[in-house]
């Protein structure tokens, strides 16, 4: 279930992408290998990358390169087209901006040309799913993206490295006991230094956050099919489905049956994933 070694989402490997639209979108802080793309629909999102904060509005548009920290917050209500691929797909993009970063991660609407605008309609309204087309219209959008925002040389941040490195760690062990000192070990720090470097980066400490992330795990592994509540809960690392509920309940305001029946429909489009007609 994990995309290289961070996320959560499952592309089918052999085509490289997601597709979809999401209500109501709230995630922790994470990151992936694969390229993210947000086209804002309707209402507001708060969107956090590699530290920058930016509210999301109608006809906005967010890009997120590979291996950057990211997170979102719906307050009232949100409705976005995303897109997630891979590297692979957009092969000289990569290679052209090697070694740089985006001088921001967002765009305006009034900055968002027409063009852009008929790209995005073909990658989230379109019935076709292929994937060398969608490599192309991704390639090209990206390209008109970075001119818009400029790119400047990547940052080289050691606590963002290791804050990043945790994150790795937390992904790959999800399905196990976790504990502070054991993620300290991994990334050769103190568990009283990593606990800072959440607090600060994250803003969350080390236990929030982690069950933070197993819940946002939980909330997409329980749209994304209909394996039973009991193996979400075991794949999302809790020792026990009561466990499990509470903590959703706790995150989330519902249960996690309540929490798939209202939003099992509402995944409008998963791309090469097997389509939910």
Request: hydrophobic residues 40%.
């Amino acid at each position: 279930m994990i995309i290289g070694s961070y996320e959560h989402f499952d592309p089918d490997q052999s085509k490289g992408f997601r597709i979809w639209v999401s209500e109501n979108m709230t995630y922790v802080t994470h990151m992936h290998r694969h390229l993210e793309l947000l086209s804002m629909r309707k209402g507001r999102m708060l969107v956090t990358v590699n530290g920058q904060n930016h509210w999301l509005e109608e006809g906005d548009l967010c890009l997120v390169l590979s291996n950057r920290l990211h997170g979102y917050r719906t307050d009232d209500y949100s409705e976005v087209g995303m897109a997630l691929f891979a590297p692979e797909l957009v092969m000289p993009f990569i290679q052209r901006i090697k070694g740089q970063g985006m001088k921001r991660a967002f765009l305006r609407a009034g900055e968002v040309s027409e063009e852009m605008r008929a790209i995005l309609q073909r990658i989230f309204d379109d019935k076709e799913r292929d994937a060398s087309l969608l490599g192309s219209y991704f390639h090209i959008l990206l390209t008109r993206i970075v001119q818009a925002t400029g790119l400047c040389p990547a940052t080289n941040d050691a606590s963002n490295a290791i804050v990043q490195q945790a994150i790795s760690y937390i992904a790959m062990n999800m399905q196990k006991p976790i504990l502070l000192p054991d993620v300290a070990q991994a990334v050769n720090v103190s568990h009283y230094h990593l606990s800072r470097l959440f607090k600060k980066q994250l803003g969350y400490s080390f236990p929030v956050y982690l069950m933070t992330m197993r819940i946002d795990y939980a909330r997409a592994l329980l749209i994304q099919d209909d394996r039973p509540i009991s193996e979400v809960s075991a794949a999302c690392g809790f020792e026990s489905q009561r466990s499990f509920n509470r903590a959703f309940r706790l995150i989330t305001g519902e249960t996690p049956s309540h929490y798939r029946k209202n939003n099992l429909d509402k995944s409008l489009g998963l791309g090469a994933m097997e389509e939910r007609q």
